[in-house]
């Protein structure tokens, strides 16, 4: 079975620090890209940070605040962020593009993780 975890996260004050881990667990092909996005009650889940062939991508709400690290031997990517405002707050997900077997086909499957809630206080 492949699905991805995350980890980390939680409660920070104002301009602190948070760090949130996504692993793809089970056996993959390859991973074409490993994202970040964010959700809050009512809104639109939007994008944080893009992972892919043409490098990382930002959005612009977080772009100089937030980081990736990732490591394809451990199919694990994580989501450093700093100087985090009240409005960051917000459930964030992972999602990765990968392959992978299937009933014995290769194929291309978008996985989302269940998401952590991050909650910044003024």
Known sequence: QVYIAESGGG???S???????????GSIFGII??????QNP????????????DGIQYADA???RYGL??????????????SMKPEDTAVYYCTAD??????????????WGQGTQ???SS
Do not use: F, P
């Open 11 to 13: 409660l920070v004050q």
């Open 69 to 82: 690290t990732g490591d394809n031997a451990k199919n694990t990517m994580d989501l450093h962020m700093s």
């Open 15 to 25: 301009g602190g620090s948070l760090r949130l881990s996504c692993r793809i667990s």
């Open 118 to 120: 991050d909650t910044v």
């Open 98 to 111: 990968v392959r992978m077997s299937r009933r014995g086909q290769t194929v291309r499957e978008q996985l």
């Open 33 to 38: 890209t490993m994202d970040w996005y964010r």
């Open 42 to 53: 009512g809104k639109q889940r939007e994008m944080v940070a893009l992972s892919g062939g």
């Open 62 to 64: 977080v772009e100089g």
